[in-house]
């Protein structure tokens, strides 16, 4: 496995939360897969394509960022991608527990892949992708929740 990380998510939208993480994760890779993941249970207020769009915008002068769309096992898709890292971002204690949980079973799965948290930035730590959404829907502003690409989309 080679030193690139997978952070897989729904990403719907694309948060500062997000950003701040993939940024604060680059040092410490190769290259950062942005992997949006296509749950058929989960019901989104945006396309894959919007979305993937949108990351593909804010990471434009990133080289080592690249986005991906993924369905099934994500620690297949690492497989696949010989990734050795799934990166995932903890904003609550509740993250945490459910996180641990999955990562456990991640590296039951997927033998050599080691899922990494890095913690949000205290200042984003109450925004979630479906708290925008949700304020999205009830007409309010998000501004300071996406990034610009995304506001100006809206």
């Given amino acids: ?27 410490l890779f ?19 394509e ?20 993924y369905s099934g096992l994500t620690v297949d898709f690492c497989k696949q991608k010989n ?3 799934i990166l995932r971002g903890l904003r609550t204690a509740a993250d945490f527990e459910f996180e641990r949980g999955i990562g456990q079973v991640n590296r039951k799965l997927g033998v050599g892949i080691e899922t990494l948290f890095l913690l949000t930035e205290a200042c984003h730590t109450p925004i979630s992708s479906s708290i925008v959404r949700d304020v999205i829907r009830h007409g309010g502003d998000v501004s300071s929740m996406i990034p610009d690409v995304v506001n100006n989309d809206l």
């Fill in 1 to 27: 496995m080679k030193n690139i990380a997978i952070f897989p998510g729904s990403f719907d939208p694309i948060t500062v939360g997000h950003v701040s993480i993939i940024k604060r994760a680059l040092p």
């Fill in 30 to 48: 190769e290259k950062v897969t942005v992997a949006i993941g296509i749950n058929a249970e989960k019901k989104t207020m945006f396309t894959v």
């Fill in 50 to 69: 919007q979305r993937t769009a949108w990351i593909q915008q804010v990471f434009m002068d990133e080289p080592k960022v690249e986005v991906e769309i």
């Fill in 83 to 85: 990734a050795g890292f």
